[in-house]
């Protein structure tokens, strides 16, 4: 592939020192030649319109001497048939319409001078002058299409000596394809992203009929988690993208829940001393199975993946595309509905200036005919700004401008919650604390952490789980292990996920913040809505 770039390469390099140069030039040349051309056209045209107005201005003269000689001659008539009036009177009437009619008479003389002077001109303009101008540009066009032609003659040469070149590339080509080996290439990908978990070992049997003895198991999925410390170490942006079909909470919940048993409450009794306390959570109460389970069945957003949605139709959205595809989408979107609002307004703009016009001059229009028109372009730039507005809103949840749902209806909920604050006697909470059998072990921490990179942008981001009530810290828990939070005795926080039976409550302090608590570390009060729900 990069011999046969090379090759066109060649090629536009010839092209621009055999062609491109001399054509810049050449046309140069037509730009100056076609402007002379111009200029004598315009040069033609002004001297037979000077001639026009010449033959216009003596005609006028001509036409106003005649009116005043024959002025002249009935002022003089009507002095001579008047015997009232004296002879010199008389004479000085007859003198003046002499003179009356020797002015037309010159205005005449010059007329027809000046007429045959402008039809001579004429006649030259149309039939010398603009021929002759019309065929030098004629000429020009023939001589730069004979030279277009040549350039391509040209090109055909210089495309021709690569040619032989450029098949041995393309033979290249096909022995490359044809040497893939996909079983090596899948096998290349698989040692460079495969997560290095191992598969856990089998669950040893609890006997209950011994005195109670639990204690994690050494073949227990948590135990080779937290012993086994697989080393990941991925090459290049996606190192850390362990399960990359899992959506992200979902799969921070399963790698950093603690599968050790909570800690007992510093205050708790013996076993022996409340008999009738609630029994301490098992190691694990969900099966194995289960977790599988919901490795297999959460529902996995692909999007990016556009084999997976050829064929069908592309959402108004655009959320087939990965997030800065689907940005960039969006933002043409705008621009182009921004367009046509521009349009839609120029137009109403241009209407209503009509409109003025129509009002201010009935006779050139009816006003009230352009009203309908005027409300159907206001009815669209309407639709195109609710559109607009639609698009947008979706470009700002794209750029992070916009708090996503669950994060407002966390505010809403923590709102609520500091005007009406939980009371013991609304929180269906035992608080009466397990037995001490099981022990915080350091050695269950499990080490396995998803980092966050940049492959991260080829999948959509599940949204932050909302919260479901609150919770207050009965006593101060330090969290050491993975996945596990530290608290405060008397803390108040966020519960976005119930104790599943395994002992533990999952709890939110801000939104960077969010982790396991021992459930009989806390005071759970549920929302109403969450619990219905």
């Known amino acids: 592939m990069n011999d046969y770039a090379g090759q066109h390469e060649v090629i536009s390099e010839n092209m621009a020192s055999q062609i491109i140069v001399d054509l810049a030039r050449y046309v140069q040349e037509l730009k100056q030649e076609r402007k002379s051309n111009f200029h004598d056209g315009r040069k033609a045209q002004q001297h037979i319109e000077t001639c026009w107005k010449q033959l216009e201005s003596s005609k006028r003269r001509f036409e106003r001497d005649c009116k005043e000689a024959d002025r002249a001659q009935q002022y003089f008539e009507k002095m001579d048939a008047d015997i009232n009036v004296t002879k010199a009177d008389v004479e000085k009437a007859r003198q003046q319409a002499q003179i009356r009619h020797q002015m037309a008479e010159d205005s005449k003389a010059d007329y027809s001078s000046i007429l045959q002077k402008f039809n001579h001109e004429q006649h030259e303009y149309y039939h010398t002058h603009i021929p002759n101008i019309f065929q030098k540009i004629q000429e020009m ?124 409450p510093p205050a708790s009794a013996s076993p022996s001393a409340v008999p009738n306390g609630p029994q301490s959570p098992k190691q694990q109460k969900e099966p194995l199975s ?143 604390s397990p037995d001490g059998s099981y022990t915080e072990e350091q050695s269950q921490e499990s080490e396995v952490k998803v980092l966050a990179t940049d492959f991260d942008d080829e999948f959509d981001d599940e949204e932050p789980l909302p919260a479901i009530g609150t919770c207050k810290a009965l006593y101060t828990f330090e969290g050491q292990n993975e996945g596990t939070i530290s608290v405060a005795e008397g803390e108040t926080l966020y519960v976005i996920e119930e104790d599943k039976g395994d002992g533990w409550t999952r709890i939110r302090r801000n939104e960077d913040e969010e982790g396991y608590v021992p459930t009989s570390y806390v005071e759970v009060c549920l929302d109403k809505n969450a619990k219905d729900s």
């Open 141 to 264: 066009e023939e001589r730069r299409i004979v030279r277009i032609g040549e350039s391509m003659k040209t090109y055909a040469e210089v495309d021709r000596q690569v040619i032989p070149i450029i098949g041995k590339c393309l033979d290249g080509i096909v022995k490359a394809a044809e040497s893939i080996d996909q079983k090596n290439d899948s096998q290349l990908v698989i040692e460079a992203y495969k997560s290095g978990f191992e598969p856990p070992g089998d669950i040893e049997f609890e006997d209950y009929t011994q005195p109670m003895k639990r204690t994690v198991s050494d073949n227990s999925l948590s135990n080779s988690r937290g012993e086994g410390k697989p080393d990941l170490k991925f090459g290049g942006k996606s190192k850390g993208k362990l399960w990359p079909f899992i959506k992200k909470n979902k799969l921070m919940s399963l790698l950093t829940s603690p599968h050790q048993p909570p800690p007992p």
């Open 290 to 432: 289960h977790r599988f389970n919901e490795f297999m069945t959460s529902k996995p957003k692909i999007h990016c993946f556009r084999s997976l949605k050829r064929g069908g139709a592309t959402p108004e959205d655009f959320s087939n595309l990965p997030p800065e595809q689907r940005r960039k989408k969006l933002q043409q979107k705008v621009d182009e509905l921004n367009k046509e609002i521009q349009k839609e307004m120029d137009q109403r703009d241009a209407i209503t200036k009509m409109k003025d016009v129509y009002l201010k001059n009935p006779q050139m229009g009816d006003p009230a005919s352009l009203d309908h028109k005027l409300a159907e372009v206001s009815q669209n730039i309407e639709k195109l700004r609710l559109e607009t507005q639609k698009f947008e809103a979706w470009l700002a949840e794209v750029e992070g401008r916009l708090p996503a749902r669950s994060e407002q209806a966390r505010r809403q909920s923590g709102l609520y919650d500091s005007q009406n604050p939980p009371t013991v006697n609304n929180c269906a909470q035992d608080r009466e």
